[in-house]
């Protein structure tokens, strides 16, 4: 075994690559790009090097960079991840030539698995079941558009070098085509410096169930059973899960013995994924081969009791496969969700900023936490926003499902927005429970599972405003009992006024839109009224997270947060509302911008500019194209008018709220 080891990656997956290492005893190498300096890997590591500027083509692609480290720190093995270098021939070729150990498969597999075009004619060769399309060399606008009317609409659009959703456009008519293609080409040189492509007849309604390979040096290669992740939005994963609710025993073998033998055809070392697009008539169809750990790994190891990264360790020092195939028995269920700094309720924009609150469930049998980040850590522009990795296990999917709606209960992000509420909604939802959800659904009915403009319950508006008021008055007793006279009446917060117990305005603000909340009484008995609704509130008490109070007779327990400055809550129906307090008593200046301007979301690059000043626009035009946390942002005209400038220029990096249109008054 390695006693050496260099992590070429960072964040979640460096730090779960660390902890292996540390349990098996092996010395662990970090490399950090600027922005990275404080970063968790760079803390966790037994020692972490420099390697360049914060934007990944300055650092975490940068080979050479990372190759000097090794050499210089006597690393005698380097893991990639995933992502970054991890499917990168020359990286790993390098590697191989320098004498350090690449922790991944073969150059010659990654080569013929890497390009989604390569792969296909791969797997034509060996017979293996490929969708109807186009993989060829030829890359000619003209060429590619004559294909696409041979496979048919509708088509995928695939980035030949791609993976993790980049580069993909589904085209429904050949009027929408050429500018599809252009789009997907950008992305594709943008997240993997290759502009190719390959098409594919779409398939309608299809399910993404992947299958975990695993080969080691002496020719043995197994499969570790399926991971179904037919949960996506925009291709790229949400939920991930095993086993496929959708697969019986024949499938399962069949599948398999397809996944073994596209790994078989390239005499495959180490992780891999071959995913299957499958129809909802069971019959599959090779879609790619991933060449290294897959994200959502974690679920595997959980029903199989297994560590992957120590088996890629084991197999990259030489040693064979820990067991073969007859050996391979799974149990029970895992559910994996990923927490990101986005906000869907516009449009999953990525966020960035610090981690001021991080509350996650405590790890156990049943959940279990993979991050890149703790409170106080700063989720950067210049990488993917994840923040952590939830998985869960139980002994059926049912209680699996239990497990995660529990955990994703006690999560609490403050700082960037987060995507937690609609994770609940999610798995709340029937298409996943009863586990009919196919790979478009989240896209086509994405309003199912957004918050939106829906009011708060009454019932969510009372249970904050009682939080509030328990929350104040403990202040202030706290308060009092450090004081000069614990005892003085002016130190209680029971809103007394001589006769009667006086009138307070607690003022809540949710998505913009405030409420105001008059409230009589103290000490967790409080009559509130919000407009003609009124509640009487009685033995209200806040412990331990949750809220236990009866409401017009009726006993609630919720889960619920407060402080100085917000408060959170599940409502009795598991919809979770995040209130911001406000002061009691404000105005509102009427003045405003009248959507005369386009200011950027965030920080970023842009990549097209499709209107100039003189222009007139339609509500809703395309106006720019930028990129940002590698990802395509269309920025779009607030209404229709005339364009009065333009004042960003393609290639132009920006800064968030940088103004880049203005419109006519």
Known sequence: ??????????????????????????????????????????RLADEA??????????????GDAILDVAKKSGAQAIHPGYGFLSENTGFARACIDAGIAFIGPRPESIDAMGSKAAAKALMEKHQVPLVP?????????????????????????????GGGGKGMRIVRAEKEFADALASAQREAASSF??????????????????????????????????????AQRRYQKVLEETPSPFLDATRRKAMGEAAVAAAKAVNYVGAGTVEFIVGQDGTFFFMEMNTRLQVEHPVTEETLGLDLVEWQLRVAAGEALPLRQDQIHAQGHAIEVRLYAEDP????????????????????????????????????????????KLIVYDTDRTQALQRMREA?????????????????????????????IDTGY?????????????PPSDQALFAATAAVLLHDEAAVARAAAHGSDPHSPWASADAWRIGHAGKRIVALSLRDQRYEIEAHGHD??????QGDARCDVHGARLNNGALSARFNGEGVRLPVYADAQRVSLHDAEGQRYAFVRAAAFAWESKEGTGGNQIIAPMPGRIVLVKAKAGDKVEAGQEVLVMEAMKMELALKAPRAGTIESVSATQGEFVEADAVLVRFTN
């Open 1 to 42: 075994m390695f006693e050496r080891v260099l992590i070429a990656n960072r964040g979640e997956i460096a730090c779960r690559v660390i902890r292996t290492c540390r349990r098996l005893g092996i010395h662990t190498i970090a490399v950090y790009s600027e922005a990275d300096k404080d970063a968790q890997h760079v």
């Open 133 to 161: 399309g186009y993989h060829g060399d030829n890359q000619d606008t003209d060429f590619l558009a004559e294909q696409a009317r041979k496979t048919g609409f509708p088509l995928m659009i695939k980035a030949a070098a």
């Open 49 to 62: 090097w420099p390697i360049g500027g914060p934007r990944p083509a300055d650092s975490y692609l940068r």
């Open 408 to 436: 994703l209960a006690q999560c609490d992000i403050v700082g960037p927005k987060s995507n937690i509420a609609f994770l609940e909604r999610l798995v709340r939802h029937p298409v996943v429970i009863e586990g009919r």
């Open 193 to 230: 410096g290759d502009t190719r492509v390959i098409l594919e007849r779409y398939v309608e309604h299809p399910r993404h169930i992947e299958f975990q390979v695993f080969g080691d040096t002496q020719g043995n290669i197994i499969h570790l059973n399926e991971r179904e992740c037919s």
């Open 345 to 388: 309720d516009q449009n999953f924009l990525p966020g960035s900023g610090k981690l001021r609150t991080l509350t996650l469930p405590a790890s156990s049998r049943h959940v279990r936490l993979d991050g890149g980040v703790v409170e106080g850590d700063t989720v950067t522009i210049f990488y993917d926003p994840m923040i952590a």
């Open 442 to 454: 989240l896209d086509r009915h994405l309003d199912e599972f957004l918050t939106g403009d829906t």
């Open 524 to 529: 967790g008995h409080y009559q509130l009224q």
